[in-house]
């Protein structure tokens, strides 16, 4: 039968040459590859001590920036929560009260942010939906917890602390802010 | 009662005893760092430093996990499997001439437990009891696997057995007795055995690997095939006897090897700059180590290289292929021996 693709092979089972059958040259051979790999460097990373570094473009737990001043650039705006495809994300938008500028930068704020980190897949669309740079992700792991209740992750584990602001330049390249100032596509718009 | 000569005898008799314990221990270590290194990895490098306390770790552990006899196992060969696996693997070394000899206030101690003149036929009955452990643990445990594993065991043994015999048949030929310590004594220099037999060698150290259950002969505990062989319903320190006692097993195979084929503690030219006689056996007595550092090390280089032999391969080479090759050998050797004129 003619196959489809020409690039079927007839299996053939030669008879092996003497030097074949009576196998040491082929151990030898094996042997001489083994002690080789004894001398190689070794890939295994000690892992407390020695941590592999991450990849650039890694996207770990999520932060929500805080502008120059200290407000929380959150608008409540949602666009994050529709592009989840995971769901993870809910939130609870509520009006800034007179005498709350410095903790909010718009009018609209998030009262309750959370987000699942069971759910959460990492895919960084909250981050691309996000119209008021407020949600990154950042190269941080998600710690391993007991219950499934401290994967739920509420303002006071997302918003960046005052004191110890979260460094997202890694990922925030020149090419990716380009492309975040292009108005030619909707979501930059706003 | 207490002569000086029984008193060293026991002396001697608790440091082989000791130095043996001591080497199996830190083989299993070493099998993992070496398969470590011949893999790319590092090997275990976590308990103390380099992981050099991995062993006490390791036999901690044997001895705090629960012991486990089967109900339907019969219980006095269950226990007897690995305790004559373990004893006799360690009544080997007795023979072993471990170097020349000390001289102690004019008196000569050899450095040797027992020099019985049938050292080698005592080496082969001993290692032939070995068998026994590993059938009747296997048997005992009543179960397929392990009764299957100590079947292959002990075909693959008494197998194996016939080949080692013929091959060192030819060496007692050419050295003309059966003593271990004489035939170590009758290499000095750099006339080591393996120069006039490397066939014979060849054919020893391969029913050596054989005879010890390593791969690639390693079917009797074959864990793809069989869970762990005749060893699969062992548990705690009577399954640390058997892993043991491969270890003991080894040892004792590389102490034979360098003795009867590289000169055991002789060592070319070492006699022209050491003129003492005591330190220079215990020089030798050092190479004699580096010796079976280097077999157990080619021990652990094979069994990380080479995969395991099916079982109906493992029996064509060694009845097809072994045995033929030994008889040839001895031919071969009478031949020489007649034509070098060495025939009395």
């Given at each position: 039968m003619q196959s489809l693709s020409n690039r079927s092979k007839v299996v053939t089972k030669k008879e092996m040459s003497f030097m074949e059958r009576i196998y040491l040259p082929a151990i030898f051979g094996g042997m001489a590859i083994t002690i080789k790999h004894f001398f190689k460097k070794k890939a295994t990373i000690n892992y407390p001590e020695v941590k592999r570094d991450f990849s650039e473009v890694y996207r770990g737990k999520h932060v929500l920036k805080r502008d120059e001043n200290g407000a929380e650039r959150c608008t409540a705006c949602g666009l994050c929560a529709v592009s989840c495809p995971a769901e993870a994300i809910t939130m609870v938008a509520g009006e800034r009260k007179a005498g709350e500028e410095k903790l909010y930068r718009e009018e609209k704020y998030a009262v309750t942010y959370e987000i699942n980190m069971l759910r959460c897949i990492f895919c960084g669309l909250c981050e691309e939906a996000c119209p008021k740079e407020a949600i990154f992700l950042t190269d941080e792991l998600v710690p391993t917890d007991f219950k499934r209740g401290e994967f739920i992750y509420g303002k006071n584990k997302l918003v960046e602390p005052l004191d110890n602001r979260v460094d997202i330049s890694k990922r925030q390249t020149q090419a990716v802010l380009d492309f975040k100032k292009n108005k030619l596509l909707t979501h930059n718009r706003l | 009662m207490f002569t000086p000569a029984l008193i060293y005898i026991f002396i001697l008799i608790v440091v082989i005893f000791s130095v043996t314990l001591v080497i199996a221990m830190y083989s299993t270590y070493a099998e993992r760092k070496v398969a470590g290194f011949l893999q790319d990895r590092l090997g275990p490098n976590r308990a103390g430093p380099f992981g050099i306390l991995q062993p006490v770790a390791d036999g901690v552990k044997m001895f705090m996990k629960e012991e486990i006899i089967p109900d339907v196992s019969n219980k006095w060969l269950f226990i007897l499997g690995p305790s004559v696996a373990m004893a006799t693997c360690l009544m080997t070394s007795a023979v072993i001439p471990f170097g020349s000899g000390l001289t102690i206030g004019g008196t000569f101690y050899p450095m040797q437990v027992a020099d019985v003149n049938i050292g080698i036929l005592y080496v082969f009955g001993v290692v032939s009891i070995g068998v026994y452990g590993i059938m009747i643990g296997g048997w005992a445990s009543n179960n397929k696997y392990s009764l299957l594993g100590a079947l292959r065991a002990s075909s693959q043994m008494i197998s194996y057995e016939v080949a080692m015999g013929l091959s060192i048949i030819a060496l007692v030929m050419m050295t003309g007795t059966l003593s271990v310590r004489e035939i170590a004594a009758g290499q000095p220099g750099g006339h080591w055995n393996v120069l006039y037999q490397p066939l014979g060698f060849l054919i020893f150290i391969i029913c050596a690997f054989a005879e010890t259950n390593r791969a690639p002969f390693d079917l009797p505990e074959c864990e793809t095939e069989l869970v762990g062989g005749y060893h699969t319903e062992y548990s705690s320190m009577k399954l640390g006897f058997y892993l043991f006692a491969e270890y003991i097993n080894m040892f004792i195979s590389a102490a034979v090897i360098s003795t009867l084929y590289f000169g055991g503690y002789n060592m070319p030219f070492i006699?022209?700059?050491?003129?003492?006689?005591?330190?220079?056996?215990?020089?030798?007595?050092?190479?004699?180590?580096?010796?079976?550092?280097?077999?157990?090390?080619?021990?652990?280089?094979?069994?990380?290289?080479?995969?395991?032999?099916?079982?109906?391969?493992?029996?064509?080479?060694?009845?097809?292929?072994?045995?033929?090759?030994?008889?040839?050998?001895?031919?071969?050797?009478?031949?020489?021996?007649?034509?070098?004129?060495k025939v009395g």
């Open positions: - | 006699g022209r700059f050491i003129t003492d006689p005591n330190t220079l056996s215990l020089v030798g007595t050092a190479f004699l180590f580096g010796k079976i550092f280097f077999f157990i090390f080619f021990f652990m280089w094979v069994r990380w290289t080479i995969p395991r032999f099916r079982y109906d391969q493992l029996m064509n080479l060694g009845w097809k292929g072994l045995i033929p090759l030994a008889i040839l050998n001895i031919f071969l050797t009478g031949l020489g021996m007649w034509f070098f004129g």
